[in-house]
């Protein structure tokens, strides 16, 4: 399997775009499978490092969760925009320990917080597991440590470790 | 009666959206840094592309789909080559 | 516009609806861009606009079309993925930018990791700013 098909993922998620991107009909079919069974073989020119998906029932979840607090969150950022210099606020940089050490985890937790409003991903070093974010609205450090640690950390690490 | 209410509306976001990129040309020309002008320019890029999608939706035709799909591409390459420039001072090593 | 009066009247205030708050938010967004007073409260303004404000209209434009045609028009959704999926990166980029800058220049008082950890490693890691972590 893995030598005739090396990314099926890849492969699969390349012949649903083509087939979004024309009409869906035999013909577009047969050639998106073509040309996503060729683009496979090419990412493994690159030579990626393989994520290894252990917990398949906890993506929907994840998901689910971050379009949640996404929703949450835009709706708070745009009233600090609104409210404008009326409420004095300190936004300020907070440092957090993660115990994640797994590459793509912490790829997907970047993205997460960074498409967060409110919350972006600065810098994370990986010989000490330190990572620093810029929060908009900081009130209580001790509490987004917390936040990223039991919400999203430990369900990426269920996921990917 | 539907076809008065799309169109007040179009009008009204496509308006938004303008005032959007307005906004963001404004970041891209003060500065005060690099890197202010190219999240400036990244948002410029966004509503650029949101915009041609209300275009689409107001000619009822899909083709501006595909011109909204290369500026999302282009707004992402543009973006990341800058800041790969202003980390390093050059792009491609 | 013409030929949309049999367009069905409450799938328009609704695509009237999710076009209005996506563009309202991302205006919001540009507005924030504007507003707020250092880089890095301005790193979280466009993400509004790329979030909710796109998602917005993105919806929007799958409603009108799917039910304009009377079949799913779902090739929207790969906008959304590639601007969801996008955006974080080069926002990450550019923070990284420009803290590589701010320290370099030492301008701004941005924490660094030497405050509680051995200093060996604390140099260490200053010593690579561009480490791929």
């Not at chain 1, 908009?136 to 009130?139: A, G, R, Y």
């Not at chain 3, 079949?71 to 929207?76: F, S």
């Given at each position: 399997m893995r030598r005739v098909l090396p990314y099926p993922l890849l492969t699969a998620s390349l012949i649903l775009m083509w087939l979004l991107l024309n009409s869906f009909s035999l013909g577009h079919l047969l050639l998106g499978a073509i040309f996503a069974y060729g683009a496979s073989w090419a990412m493994t020119a690159l030579q990626p490092a393989k994520p290894r998906i252990r917990r398949w029932d906890m993506i929907p979840r994840l998901f689910f969760v971050v379009l949640g607090d996404i929703f949450r969150s835009n709706i708070a950022v745009a009233g600090i925009i609104l409210q404008g210099k009326r409420r004095a606020r300190t936004p300020g940089f907070v440092i957090i320990p993660l115990q994640l050490r797994d590459r793509t985890g912490l790829a997907v937790l970047a993205c997460i917080l960074t498409a967060t409003p409110g919350t972006a991903w600065i810098e994370y070093h990986a010989d000490n597991g330190r990572l620093l974010i810029h929060v908009?609205?900081?009130?209580d450090e001790q509490a987004w440590i917390e936040l990223i640690r039991d919400r999203y950390a430990r369900m990426l690490s269920e996921i990917f470790e | 009666m539907s076809a008065t209410i799309l169109l007040w509306s179009l009008t009204l976001s496509q308006w938004m959206l303008v005032a959007a990129m307005g906004c963001a040309a404004f970041r891209v020309i003060g500065g005060p840094r690099a890197q202010d002008r190219v999240l400036g320019l990244d948002a410029l890029y966004v509503a650029a592309m949101l915009l041609i999608l209300t275009f689409g939706i107001r000619s009822g035709s899909t083709i501006y789909f595909e011109a909204a799909l290369v500026i999302a591409l282009l707004a992402f390459v543009s973006t990341a080559a800058l800041a790969k420039f202003l980390m390093r001072g050059e792009v491609i090593e | 516009m013409t030929g949309l009066d049999d367009f069905p009247l409450w799938a328009a205030i609704l695509v009237s609806l999710l076009l209005l708050a996506g563009s309202a938010l991302t205006l919001l967004g540009t507005i924030g861009l504007v507003r707020f007073k250092s880089f890095y409260e301005r790193v979280h303004a466009p993400t509004l606009g790329t979030t909710c404000g796109a998602g917005g209209i993105l919806i929007a434009s799958m409603l009108f079309f799917s039910v304009l045609q009377s079949?799913?028009?779902?090739?929207?959704l790969l906008i959304t993925l590639f601007v969801t999926v996008t955006t974080p990166v080069t926002l990450m980029l550019l923070a990284r930018a420009a803290i590589y800058r701010d320290r370099t220049e030492g301008k701004a008082k941005i924490p660094g990791f030497q405050n509680d950890v051995p200093p060996s490693s604390a140099m260490a890691s200053d010593a690579r700013p561009d480490d791929p972590g």
């Open positions: 908009l609205d900081l009130v | - | 079949r799913l028009a779902l090739h929207e």
